[in-house]
Structure formats: structure tokens, C-alpha cells
């Protein structure tokens, strides 16, 4: 699955050619039973979707973890395209942190791709005696070898966030990135782009706040993030503050992939904003809005505005195309970003989403839109939630798309999502013009599981992707 070579290590050597690389035959996929009243672990799902097999969109395996109500939710590798100089490297193993239980799993895929198999379980309290953190999210494969983790916060769920590190063969704990005393505070995702010494995290909430659910009054006690952290790459520790305009809960972040870049992308969730955010010329970062999603007035809903609530964004890898979920409007969009400070719409679909029509919300007032969507049916099932996780194959022609944010607050905005289990959708882009068109042959549904419907999450092919591989 890599660039063929004599000595190259895992992934490619630059964005460009991964963009070249093999279409995606099979998908990973984190399953969550975790609020769902099925008692059952979490589990890993492999799904086919190469057009050519006889089990094409079907769930192929399921390797379920040991413990229950861990809350899998995204995934990582144990090495990337930042280790692509070292040889003696191969993409073998998955990383997967649990938000709420902590524990990491590390699986192998290496062994048997379709059919992925435990290969360590690392223990919480190894995790809180090394580094006093919690709460995982975000996992990236450093070119050191090492693989570093953000968490939300400390182990009583306050929000001291930071990054555990593990070593990339045996996956002991080492410690924190971070020096010693250092935090990312509300720490959620991460970014590293070496070639300008520089770290980008991003906030959510401390877990306490989050947890069981969202409540709008910890939004007005300003107990929700604002803000990004700029890190000095080889001093391990904050050097700038971004206090965020109309930038609440900023969350995915995305440096362009061109690794000579000095600017990237954070999709801020309640403001339902895009900030670019750059490098100056005298060496300190700004943030600049570039995209508003605006609310819309709702009868019906827990608030008397809806927001778009940006949960997912992408870049394409040849960084000419950005694309983000707006989890409760229902749409995914595509814009072309060719020039960073003006990004253009070329791309808009509804695939589900709280203000359809028939349903319990009605819509007062809409800047965008003149009614509301019609409710999706994909082969016959009438899709529950919105899109949220969405991942890109290498060539940029293919989105892959599911429909779970979070177990609790899947549980609090969309309880049919709980009932009917999430799903996974693919729609095709046009890389010229830009538009998506979503392919009405293509779903898998996690409603039909074996033991209940489960909540599916972030997605990972194999040989790497455009939001787990980073180019230094």
C-alpha cells in the first residue's frame, strides 16, 4: 500500500503522490454500544467497499474489545508518511484510544487486513501513572517513531489536557510530549508541521462538561473551548495563545498537507465556523474567519437557533478542495480553497440532519435555504442523524461518510439514532468543477448488527488517508 521502492518506509513521499496510491478496497471503523442499552464492548469493523467484490458494503469482520463502555472513537497509526524515509518501518498496527474508559488498544492489521486481530491492551491506570491524563482523542505517528495521543483532560476529568506519548514498537507509556508542568488545556486535536517548528491543538470541553451530555448553560458559564495553542515543535511547549472570534468549540484542526505550508483550517462547532489560521512574517500565527454557517430560527429544538454544529472537516490532499459536515443542518459541503482567504461553495448535500421535513423541528427563518430538506432514504432505509465523520479516498473522487458524533449527545439530539443505528454513506466528487453526488447503491447499515444497532465513527483505510498522515 505504499510507493514503490527499494528503501522507503510506510505511506508515500509526498501528498501528491499518495493521491496516486491504490483505491481503498476495505474501510476501519470504530463501532460504539457505549449509551446504547446494549450490553456489549465496542468493537472494530472492517467493511469491503471495492465495487467488484460479492461482499461489497457489507461488515466483513468485527474484532470486539475485552472491556465494555470504553467509547472507541478515533484511531490512529502506530507509523505514517512521516516515517517514509525509515526502511525498517511498516503501517501495521491501528491505535485506538477510548474517550471515556482511556484504555488503548492497538490492533493488528498487518497479520490479516480483513481480518484484524488484539494485539496489546494498554490499561488506564499505566496511562494515569505516567502522565496523570485522560480522556483520549486524537492519535498521530510522530517521524520519531514515537506515537502521541491528546487527551481532554486529567484523570478526576478536569480539563488539564495533554499528550501521551507511546513507543512505536512496543507501545510502552514513555510520558507526556509536553514538559513537565506544560498542558493543552481542553486538549482535543492536534497538528504538527516540523518544517515551521510548529504544533497546533485545538479545544472541546473538560470531560466532566461533556460527558453526559450537552447543556447549554455551561455554554454561557464559558466551560466550552475558544481558543487555539500554538506549540514550539522542538521545545515542546505554548508560545502563542489564538483567542478565536466567533470561534466556539473549535475542534478538527487541518494543516494544508504540503509540508512547506504555513496555514491550515479548524472547523469551530457552535459558532459553525471555518478559521484559517497562518504564519506571519515575523514568525507568530493569527487566525482569520473565512467561512459562517448561520444559524437558523427553529420551533421545536432545544434552542430557539439552530446552529450548522461543524463537526468533521477534510482537505484534499492536493489542498485544493476543504470539506466539513454541518452534523444538525443535515449537509455536507465542499469548497474550493485555491485561494485560502476566499474559499467558494462548489459542493452541497443534505443526507439527513435535524430540520428535515416531517419532523419534530420547524424551521422559522433561513438564510440559506427556501424549505426544509426532504429526509433521506438510502435503499430503503430512512437515514437517522446527520453527517458527521467523513473521510476522502487518496484520489479525491470518493467520500465516505457516517453518522454518529459522540454516544451521550447522539443520545440527547438525535434518539432515533440510537434505535436505528448509524450508518455509512458514499458519495461521489467531482474533482474538475467541483459537486457531490451521493451514490444511491452504497450503504452500510449498522442498525443490522449482530447484537443491536451500534453507533459507527471516524474511518481509516489501510494504507493511510488525508486526516492520518502527516508530510514533514
Known amino acids: 500500500m505504499s510507493t514503490k521502492c527499494g528503501n522507503c518506509g510506510p505511506g508515500y513521499s509526498t501528498p501528491l503522490e499518495a493521491m496516486k496510491g491504490p483505491r481503498e478496497e476495505i474501510v476501519y471503523l470504530p463501532c460504539i454500544y457505549r449509551n446504547t442499552g446494549t450490553e456489549a464492548p465496542d468493537y ?59 484504555r488503548i488498544y492497538v490492533v493488528d492489521v498487518g497479520s490479516e487486513p480483513r481480518a484484524p486481530k488484539l494485539h496489546k491492551v494498554i490499561e488506564p491506570k499505566d496511562i494515569h501513572a505516567k502522565c496523570e491524563l485522560a480522556f483520549l482523542h486524537t492519535s498521530h505517528c510522530l517521524a520519531s517513531g514515537e506515537v502521541m495521543i491528546s487527551s481532554l483532560g486529567d484523570v478526576k476529568g478536569n480539563g488539564k489536557g495533554g499528550f501521551v506519548l507511546l513507543d512505536g514498537e512496543t507501545f510502552e507509556v514513555k510520558g507526556t510530549w509536553e514538559r513537565p508542568g506544560g498542558a493543552a488545556p481542553l486538549g482535543y486535536d492536534f497538528w504538527y508541521q516540523p518544517r515551521h517548528n510548529v504544533m497546533i491543538s485545538t479545544e472541546w470541553a473538560a470531560p466532566n462538561v461533556l460527558r453526559d451530555g450537552f447543556n447549554p448553560a455551561d455554554v454561557e458559564a464559558g466551560l466550552y473551548g475558544s481558543h487555539l495553542y500554538v506549540w514550539d515543535w522542538q521545545r515542546h511547549e505554548i508560545v502563542q495563545t ?110 439527513g440532519g435535524s430540520i428535515v421535513k416531517g419532523g419534530p423541528v420547524q424551521v422559522l427563518e433561513d438564510q440559506e435555504l427556501k424549505s426544509q430538506p426532504e429526509p433521506l432514504v438510502v435503499k430503503g432505509k430512512r437515514v437517522a442523524g446527520g453527517p458527521q465523520m467523513i473521510q476522502l479516498s487518496l484520489d479525491g473522487k470518493r467520500l465516505y461518510i457516517t453518522t454518529s458524533l459522540y454516544s451521550a ?34 450503504l452500510v447499515d449498522f442498525g443490522k448488527e449482530p447484537l443491536g444497532p451500534a453507533l459507527a465513527h471516524e474511518l481509516r483505510y489501510p494504507g493511510g488517508d488525508c486526516s492520518s498522515d502527516i508530510w514533514i
Open 44 to 102: 472494530l469493523a472492517t467493511v469491503d467497499v471495492d465495487p467488484k467484490s460479492p461482499q461489497y458494503c457489507q461488515v466483513i469482520h468485527r474484532l470486539p474489545m475485552p472491556n465494555l463502555k470504553d467509547e472507541l472513537h478515533h484511531s490512529g497509526w502506530n507509523t505514517c508518511s512521516s516515517c517514509f524515509g525509515d526502511s525498517t518501518k511498516s503501517r501495521t498496527k491501528l491505535v485506538l484510544p477510548s474517550l471515556i474508559s482511556s
Open 242 to 351: 489564538l483567542s478565536l472570534k466567533d470561534g466556539l468549540i473549535p475542534l478538527e484542526i487541518r494543516f494544508l498537507h504540503n509540508p512547506d505550508a504555513a496555514q491550515g483550517f479548524v472547523g469551530c462547532a457552535l459558532s459553525s465556523t471555518i478559521q484559517r489560521f497562518y504564519k506571519n512574517e515575523g514568525g507568530t500565527w493569527s487566525v482569520e474567519k473565512v467561512i459562517q454557517v448561520p444559524p437558523k430560527k427553529v420551533k421545536g429544538w432545544l434552542l430557539p437557533e439552530m446552529p450548522g454544529l461543524i463537526t468533521d472537516i477534510l482537505l484534499s490532499l492536493d489542498d485544493r478542495f476543504l470539506y466539513f459536515s454541518n452534523w444538525l443542518h443535515g449537509d455536507l459541503r465542499q469548497y474550493d480553497i485555491s485561494d485560502p482567504q476566499r474559499p467558494r461553495l462548489t459542493g452541497q448535500l443534505f443526507l
Open 409 to 442: 449527545w447522539d443520545k440527547q439530539f438525535y434518539p432515533d439514532l440510537i434505535r436505528e443505528g448509524s450508518v455509512m454513506l458514499q458519495v461521489d466528487v467531482d474533482t474538475v468543477k467541483g459537486g457531490l453526488n451521493l451514490n444511491p447503491n452504497f
